[in-house]
């Protein structure tokens, strides 16, 4: 087990040194002059000179061959140090800081509304198999996943905020703004889940231990529910860490709509505001999480799956 958890993490190496790559170069791709953009937002007026131009380059180590900056800066991300907003100078893993529990809370009700809602739905699909609920809930369950999240979040808008007037449109003044973020954040994996949990319970249905318990006379609510289910649940459980880190990027949308002060409305304002340092800061983050959260995953599976063996460095 030692040594499957010790490959997982050699592993993600080479995945964590090929974003931080990617996070710095995004400094070099994205179109116009760094340099050129922090003297212009110094400067008086906005004009920005030849001499102030330099000083900010000079300032920016983008002077430096590319290699050399690459190497000072992972360091310094290393440690922490991830620069300074060019919007408000402000640190830039201080910003992230401030905006990780805004999105945290967000992630974290869309993923229990995800859970409370794929379940139950999944359940009573595999045992109402091929009756017209099973179909309904497919349907319902293809129509979430297929939805596009900004259209979902508008039409919550309208009918809840606009007309009705139950919730709030946007911000995060109030306990009850989280609803409709979540909600919209949800429906997609919601759906997705749904059709794991009823496609692995139908499969776990089919088993002979369930026909077992079913000759002793145990009742078709109990099997399901003490029996049928906790064995269904398996490899839906290592799926969660993979939806959680799909809700992080689709609240990159969400949250800019419903104006949410999280992490993903960060990254929309620097890609606006032209905020390299910024943006560099927010893919690293990001893309660390997921890393981490689908190595969670992989380990996860060989401690929750007991038909998960570990022969010759592999699970299977």
């Not at 179109?31 to 007026?45: S, V, Y």
């Not at 922490?80 to 800081?97: H, I, Q, Y």
């Not at 919550?156 to 919730?167: K, Y």
């Not at 109990?222 to 689709?250: C, E, Y």
Request: proline share 5%; net charge positive; no cysteine.
């Amino acid at each position: 087990m030692r040594g499957y958890v010790a490959r997982r993490l050699i592993l993600a190496i080479p995945t964590l040194i090929g974003l931080v790559v990617l996070a710095f170069t995004l400094i070099v791709l994205t179109p116009g002059d760094p340099a050129e953009e922090l003297a212009r937002r110094r400067a008086i007026g906005g004009f920005a000179t030849d001499e102030d131009i330099a000083r900010a380059r000079i300032e920016l180590r983008l002077d430096r061959p590319y290699h050399l900056q690459l190497a000072e800066w992972t360091g310094r991300a290393a440690r922490g140090d991830l620069g300074r907003s060019f919007a408000n100078g402000r640190p830039v893993a201080g910003e992230l800081l401030e905006r990780l529990p805004a999105t945290a809370q967000l992630a974290a009700g869309a993923l229990a509304l995800t859970v409370l809602g794929a379940i139950p739905l999944g359940a009573l699909a595999a045992t109402r198999h091929n009756t017209l609920a099973d179909q309904l809930l497919r349907v319902g369950a293809l129509a979430g996943a297929s939805l596009p999240g900004f259209f979902l979040a508008y039409v919550l808008i309208v009918v809840f905020a606009t007309t009705l007037h139950l919730l709030p449109v946007a911000g995060r003044a109030e306990p009850q703004s989280i609803v409709l973020p979540a909600l919209t954040l949800a429906a997609g994996p919601m759906a997705v889940l749904s059709r794991l949990v009823r496609a692995s319970l139908l499969e776990v249905l089919g088993e002979d231990f369930i026909r077992a318990a079913r000759s002793r006379g145990l009742g078709e609510v109990r099997v399901v529910l003490r029996h049928a289910l906790p064995n269904a649940l398996i490899p839906v459980v290592t799926v969660l860490g993979v939806l959680l880190a799909q809700l992080l990027a689709g609240a990159v949308i969400v949250e800019t709509i419903f104006a949410w002060p999280g992490v993903g409305k960060l990254a929309v304002d620097a890609i606006f505001q032209r905020d390299y340092t910024m943006l560099q800061g927010v893919v690293l983050f990001v893309g660390t999480m997921f890393v981490l959260l689908n190595l969670a995953v992989d380990v996860s599976y060989a401690f929750i799956d007991p038909r998960v063996r570990l022969q010759g460095g592999a699970a299977r």
